[in-house]
């Protein structure tokens, strides 16, 4: 607090000190924020550079700054919201983000999805975040932490079979994912370095280390592989600063090392392992087809080894797609030795938005784990896979307002192959037993492991003054007789109280049927808070 409190006071002053300016954030627009997204809207609607690939995200800092409109001819022009306090000192420019404060109270249970390392429980929860990027020439670092704390009331829970603190954990799978119903008996709260990285950019290639969120794929509220819907995850990336220019059109692509961690329930079971994750990721731009990209993604979970890692680690995520011809088993589990104890998750995807005209549409498909051979691949493609769909349309309703709509649903459902053949459960393992997780919640879509679909609608409206945006949900918790429904709807707005403060709040209502497989739960959650943004007077 100290730190964040001799910055603000830095920003405020630094205008009347005639060395501030105002420039683009290329280091401070995160994932899943709503500065991202109003640059996606802008992108389709002809105001933004139409070669930035939305599918493999955070957008790297070279990519906001080619993508950023001018600020003019659009709602937040003049505002603020797309630039930061910058402040050069000896070829050294500092960026600060806003401030925020957010809390939650949620009346029965606990509510939430997509709010990165942030869990929000029964009863109060509070959060704070703040950010400031340094950097001089490629050189790049942003520190932008997360701290939140949760009252974490208790609440009745479903029965899992365990004993002591394992009750508390995944209320279908203990031990074979970290997802726990509750976490903890108390108050529970966490710091997190949120959206930090420190980066190096140089002629179209980027590397670093960072605990940011990564997010893959399309989909807007569920991506199958990784999501802002939990702390991201502390890892080593490298990649492309921006879409190369390649045969045909443009590609963009990244890797990743990292550790995922238990949370502190998962210590109560065989869950508590933390895991050696790799990733890869590549988006491609026809120029045949403009608006139009496609690609694909890999994820393998490892246990940790207490050896410490060897070459075949790194090497682990070219390994082939076709179980049949890996020659080398990566992780032998001890009674199949053909078996591997490490677990894979891929997707295709694929968005379309046709130019400037405010409209897209993207597709992902998911597999969990390999196929066995190319026959198994081409007769049942669709064994032990997910399915997304998404559309959105947005339009200038007026000279000040950005208007938008958005109908997205994704399954996680069993498909009708499980009648005549066994399939692996999604998020989770027989032989990774925390499951697609980082310190206990879920890193791709935030709906429940195995048996779950999700579907989701918005209206919003974004104006200088403010914005206001209408949601509607349906999740499938779990998929059995009777099937765990449940149905939410909110309401959320922002105010521009002045332009360096705004106000948030919202409400959203939840009926959830057969909670737990027992009884019909109602849930209220009400939501607000505050931001605090940097907005120096002009220099002289």
């Known amino acids: 607090m100290v730190v964040l409190s001799v910055l603000m006071g830095w920003a405020a002053s630094a205008g009347a000190q005639g060395i501030a300016d105002r420039a683009v954030s290329p280091h401070t627009i995160f994932v899943g924020s709503a500065a991202e997204d109003y640059l996606r809207y802008l992108q389709t609607l002809g105001l933004a550079s139409p070669n930035t690939l939305w599918s493999a995200r955070p957008l790297t800092p070279e990519q906001v700054r080619r993508m950023a409109p001018a600020d003019t001819g659009h709602p937040w022009s003049g505002t603020g919201e797309l630039v930061a306090t910058t402040r050069k000192v000896r070829g050294v420019v500092i960026e600060i983000a806003p401030a925020r404060v957010l809390t939650w109270y949620s009346a029965a249970y606990p509510f939430g999805f997509n709010d990165g390392a942030v869990w929000v429980g029964r009863g109060l929860t509070a959060s704070a975040e703040f950010g400031v990027a340094l950097s001089a020439g490629p050189i790049s670092a942003t520190l932008a932490p997360t701290a939140f704390l949760a009252q974490n009331q208790p609440y009745p829970l ?42 190096a950019d140089l002629l179209g290639f980027t590397l670093g280390v960072s605990s940011a969120n990564e997010w893959w794929g399309p989909m807007v509220d569920f991506p199958y592989i990784l999501s802002n819907n939990a702390p991201g995850l502390p890892r080593f990336f490298a990649g492309s600063s921006r ?6 059109g443009r590609a963009h692509g990244r890797l990743i090392y990292g550790r995922a961690g238990p949370s502190p329930i998962g210590a109560s079971t065989r869950a508590a392992d933390a895991r050696f994750v790799s990733g890869l990721i590549g988006v491609f731009q026809p120029n045949a087809f403009p608006g139009l990209e496609i690609g694909g993604a890999r994820l393998l979970h490892a246990a940790w080894p207490d050896s410490g890692l060897s070459l075949y680690y790194f090497t682990h995520v070219l390994e082939g797609f076709l179980k049949k011809n890996i020659k080398k088993v990566f992780q032998p589990v001890t009674d199949e030795p053909n078996e591997s104890a490490d677990n894979q998750l891929a997707s295709l995807f694929v968005r379309w938005s046709a130019p400037r005209s405010g409209f897209e549409m993207y597709a992902e498909f998911g597999r969990e784990d390999h196929s066995w051979d190319s026959r198994d691949l081409i007769v049942e493609p669709d064994h032990s896979s997910t399915v997304g769909l998404g559309v959105r349309k947005a339009w200038i309703s007026s000279v000040d307002a950005v208007d938008a709509i958005q109908l997205e649903g994704v399954s996680l459902l069993p498909n009708h192959l499980g009648r005549h053949r066994g399939e692996g459960s999604y998020y989770l393992h027989g032989n990774s037993a925390g499951g697609h997780t980082n310190v206990g919640q879920l890193m791709g879509a935030g709906i429940a492991a195995s048996g779950a679909a999700g579907t989701s609608f918005h ?82």
């Open 158 to 199: 479903m029965a899992n079979g365990g004993t002591g603190d394992s009750t508390l954990n995944d209320p279908y799978f203990l031990g074979g994912v970290d997802n726990p119903q509750r976490f903890g008996r108390g108050a529970y709260g966490r710091f997190d370095l949120g959206q930090s990285t420190i980066r």
């Open 243 to 248: 879409p190369w220019k390649v045969p045909f």
């Open 459 to 540: 209206w919003s409206r974004v104006r200088p003054s403010g914005s206001a945006k209408v949601s509607m949900f349906r999740f499938v918790r779990i998929d059995e007789a009777p099937a765990d429904v449940q149905y939410a709807v909110g309401y959320a707005l922002t105010s521009r109280r002045s332009p360096r403060l705004t106000i948030s709040g919202g409400v959203t209502a939840m009926y959830e049927l057969n909670r737990h497989l027992a009884r019909d739960v109602f849930n209220v959650q009400l939501r607000a808070g505050a931001e605090w943004r940097p907005q120096p007077g002009s220099g002289h």
